[in-house]
């Protein structure tokens, strides 16, 4: 099925007085620092101002809607990760549509419903319908015992976000197992172990047989022709008063029966195993059971798919099968002789003290949870139950392979972690943007009333160039929140990389070698090529700081390569995550020391770095993460500790590449004039005080007539009782009314209404959500000239 794109309600994200104050200090004590040339210090106010700014913004406004910001979510890693599951998985949105489900959901219900619409009972649609509910009111919602096509099946709904619900179906994975297992008992496999003296049944959840061998069945029934499957388990079976176990049919002069049970698939829900073996009398010096039937006992457990052990009274393993080999990593040169010896010291007691306890007492089971001596970050759940009648072993340990789960539930944990961190980062690095532009609002101003040569000159310019690198920073944030205003235009990969080859030479120095190779008949991609250089650079200078940490004379090879990606490459590729289509590649590699395998999954996060401290701010690859991610691309790195890394770079081939660029030829260029001043009635409609203070005292200067509002119900009521303003400039996120909406009520009264809206998000999202025609946009932070620029220009395009 194709992922489908959903795009959540807007979200607001207003800068409380607590954060601005926090910010605001934060942020004056680093332009003092840079002022002073102290760079390190003050990049650390800058970053712990966000952050302070940003755990109370987190907690009070994180979530507040708005009406104008909208972030198109992307659910490539979703529908990526659903793939990944054993689980039938299936997500929907706020209005109830599909948005994705995996292969595994596609085979449960024969198609694609859309739950709780799904080809089950009435009842059972209903209870769905009820947990859908749950899930919106309380987070979560569940439904136990659901048969789907007379499979139980259990249900689990969970929201995320405000936006989406995940509907997770569970025992999937069983059906095809359990299904497994009963052709065994039906067939070649159930035969031998007749033979061996063991009957074998396979009882469901609600005690009721499955499938049993024939030997079961003789027993039981006394006739062949009869089944036993449907039957009451426990009605087949009697107990008498000293506890020995017999076939109801045969009476209390039956031969006593030992039974196993054999828990394969984990859940309240899942089916037992059930080995049944004939008790000898206590008076006959024979063993329990032979040597042939512990064998055939034993091939039993290796053949099913769940990791299983047989230990013996004096806690000694006896036998493990592959999967218990496999999950618990078991050396084979030189095997554990007891289960403790797998697990970390904390845990040896309690796993060798729960195996005493089985190997002694009644046949019984239960559940603990462990961690493996090799993997301790990662808890494993193992079923310990008593065995009887299988010589030397006592007990059964099964062991599940959670390592896929594993693997996915951190994975949908980063995805969640990077999800939250982005949309912090871009709503606190957008209220920032708003005190940068004060400041070089007054700096600019400040600067028109003095001269070079000045006292105060110099100072005023530091302090403006060091906001404009304060901006940068923030410009990093909503990068890796992909909300910054990017120029995307229709461009060759190797004439970017040619504009920024002199650059990198210089960055990497003369023990550097860098070699650059193109491919052929490289189609256009559509990128923003200021950003695609920042990428190249990035990714340069991090490559150049590893190869000298491993040679700190110098050497090392940083290679940059365009190719193209045909989709039967990619098909070939079968990547879960890079959809089938034309691409082309920028690949960078390096010879440096590699990423280690536990910090590769880390790279991505924000203010994540293993450089020393002062020497990165964490920004750079997450940065890089950012601008690919919105401008369409996808990137992955791939590394092997001590031979360098590689970073893989998919930009989809733009097919109206021509058409475009011939669109977007001008038939004459329009030379801007010089002169900012002008004249004219402006409005301006913004809520954060000091960002309206600076505009109205710019273009005043500029000569034009200004009036403010400091909300949208006050710009409408200025509107309604004066004429048409020559231009309106409004702020686009605004409490009770936003920008959008004013001007749409704006240009109902005035159809020919010229309007300029500024924010700190990214343009073409905004312009996704603004449905007006003929309208400007100015991002912040902006300085006086940019800003009587910006009116001049739309002024002009009257």
């Not at 025992?171 to 359990?178: F, S």
């Not at 002169?675 to 309206?692: F, P």
Request: glycine share 8%; proline share 5%; aromatic share 6%.
């Amino acid at each position: 099925m194709a992922t489908l794109h959903a795009i959540p309600e807007p979200r607001r994200s207003p800068l409380l007085p607590l954060a601005a104050a926090a910010l605001a200090g934060f942020a004056a004590a680093a332009v003092v620092l840079l002022t002073l040339d102290n760079r390190v210090v003050a990049i650390g106010f800058v970053a712990a101002g966000i952050l302070a700014a940003g755990a109370i913004y987190a907690a009070r406004r994180l979530f507040a809607p708005a009406a104008a910001e909208v972030v198109e979510t992307d659910w490539s890693v979703a529908y990526a990760l659903a793939a990944a599951s054993d689980d039938a998985l299936a997500v929907t949105d706020r209005a109830g549509r599909l948005v994705c489900a995996n292969s595994r959901y596609e085979a449960l219900f024969a198609g694609f419903p859309t739950p709780p619409s799904l080809p089950v009972s009435d009842v059972a649609n209903t209870r769905l319908a009820d947990a859908a509910r749950a899930a919106w009111r309380d987070g979560e919602g569940r439904v136990d015992d659901l048969h789907v096509f007379g499979a139980p099946v259990s249900a689990r709904v969970a929201r995320v976000g405000e936006d989406s619900l995940v509907w997770r179906f569970i025992g999937v994975q069983a059906l095809d197992l359990a299904a497994q297992v009963q052709a065994l008992l039906a067939g070649s496999t159930g035969e031998r172990m007749g033979a061996a003296g063991i009957m074998t049944v396979m009882v469901g959840p609600d005690g009721r047989v499955r499938s049993a061998n024939r030997v079961f069945t003789v027993r039981a029934l006394g006739n062949l022709d009869l089944s036993a499957e449907g039957r009451d388990f426990a009605r087949l079976l009697v107990t008498d008063s000293a506890g020995r176990v017999r076939f109801e049919r045969e009476g209390g002069d039956g031969t006593p029966l030992r039974v196993l049970q054999i828990p394969f698939l984990e859940g309240e829900d899942a089916p037992m195993l059930v080995a049944l073996l004939d008790e000898e009398p206590a008076n006959v010096a024979v063993p329990a059971i032979g040597g042939s039937a512990t064998a055939h006992v034993r091939s039993l457990i290796s053949l099913l798919p769940l990791g299983m052990a047989l230990v013996d009274r004096d806690g000694r393993f006896v036998h493990m099968n592959d999967a218990f080999v496999r999950t618990a990593r078991v050396n084979a040169a030189h095997p554990p002789l007891y289960p403790g010896d797998l697990v970390v010291r904390e845990d040896k007691g309690a796993l060798a003290d729960a195996v005493r306890r089985f190997a002694s007492g009644a046949p019984q089971s239960a559940e603990m949870t462990v961690r493996m001596a090799d993997a301790p970050e990662e808890p494993v759940a193992i079923s310990i139950a008593g065995a009887r009648g299988l010589g030397d072993a006592a007990v059964l340990i099964s062991l599940k392979d959670s390592g896929e789960e594993g693997k996915l539930k951190r994975q949908v944990a980063q995805a969640t972690k990077m999800q939250a961190v982005g949309q912090l980062a871009g709503g606190v690095a957008h209220d920032f943007n708003n005190i940068l532009t004060a400041i070089i609002g007054h700096c600019d101003l400040m600067l028109m009333r003095h001269s070079p040569g000045d006292s105060d000159y110099d100072d005023i310019q530091q302090i403006r160039a060091n906001s404009n690198r304060a901006a940068s920073l923030t410009r990093q944030l909503l990068a890796f929140s992909r909300q910054q205003t990017l120029r995307p235009q229709v461009l060759q990969l190797p004439d970017v990389i040619s504009e920024v080859s002199n650059l990198l030479k210089r960055l990497l120095g003369e023990t550097v070698t860098l070699e650059v190779r193109h491919g052929r008949n490289l189609a256009p991609v559509r990128a923003d090529p200021g950003q695609l250089e920042q990428v190249v650079v990035n990714l340069a200078v991090n490559a150049r700081d590893a190869m000298l940490s491993q040679n700190p004379n110098g050497g090392g090879v940083l290679t940059i390569e365009t190719m193209a990606v045909t989709a039967s490459e990619v098909r070939e590729m079968e990547d879960d995550v890079l959809p089938v289509g034309d691409y082309t590649a920028l690949r960078i590699r390096d010879t440096g020391t590699g990423i280690p395998p536990e910090i590769l999954g880390k790279i991505w996060e924000p203010f994540f770095t293993t450089k020393e401290v002062g020497k990165g701010t964490g920004l750079g690859l997450s940065t890089v993460y950012g601008i690919i991610k919105q401008s369409g691309g996808y990137i992955f790195a791939e590394s092997e500790l001590g031979h360098g890394a590689t970073f893989m770079i998919y930009f989809p081939v733009h097919a109206q590449a021509e058409a475009t660029v011939a669109a977007k030829a001008p038939s004459a260029v329009k030379e801007k004039p010089a002169d900012l001043w002008g004249s004219g009635n402006i409005l301006i409609v913004e809520d954060e005080d000091m960002v309206r203070a600076i505009a109205e005292r710019a273009l005043t200067r500029q000569g034009y007539a200004v009036a403010t509002a400091e909300n949208g119900e006050a710009a409408l009521e200025l509107l309604s009782t004066g004429q048409c303003p020559d231009l309106l400039i409004s702020d686009v996120v605004m409490p009770v009314m936003d920008g959008p909406t004013m001007a749409r009520e704006a240009r109902r009264r005035f159809p020919d209404l010229p309007i300029l809206f500024m924010s700190g998000y990214a343009e073409e999202q905004l312009r996704k959500s603004i449905d007006l025609d003929h309208v400007a946009f100015l991002p912040k932070p902006f300085s006086v000239q940019q800003l009587a620029e910006a009116v001049r220009d739309v002024l002009a395009a009257k």
